[in-house]
């Protein structure tokens, strides 16, 4: 089982990326859908999350209003599309799948990350 994240690379700011997270050896139709970033130095900070159906989402202050989460359980994908990015924004964003009923020591599928970097 594994996550695979893509379409991160170099944006100026105010531009947009949509990144993607595809699994493989395991279905996400069933399991919540997050999305952290982390800079060197600094600890992994969470992004977004989305519930299984789709219904319920939530965002990090620092990016609500212009990221939005979504998925395709057909497909097996989550997305993270980021508009009018900052500076701020840049960092190794990562996906993470995990059962709505995982106890606290469960750390659930991680992706490997993939790097936005936001600069002029």
């Known amino acids: 089982a594994q996550l695979v994240e893509s379409g991160g690379g170099l944006v100026q700011p105010g531009g947009s990326l949509r990144l993607f997270c595809a699994a493989s050896?395991?279905?996400?139709?069933?399991?919540?859908m997050r999305w952290y970033r982390q800079v060197p130095g600094k600890e992994r900070e969470w992004v977004a999350f989305m519930a299984p159906d789709g219904g319920v989402t939530y965002y990090a202050d620092s990016v609500k209003g212009r990221f939005t989460i979504s998925r395709d359980n057909g497909k097996n994908t989550a997305y993270l599309q980021m508009n009018s990015l900052k500076p701020d924004d840049t960092a190794v964003y990562y996906c993470n799948a995990r059962s709505p009923e995982a106890n606290d020591g469960d750390p659930g599928v991680w992706g490997q990350g993939t790097r936005v970097n936001v600069s002029s």
């Open positions: 050896g395991f279905t996400l139709r069933m399991l919540d």
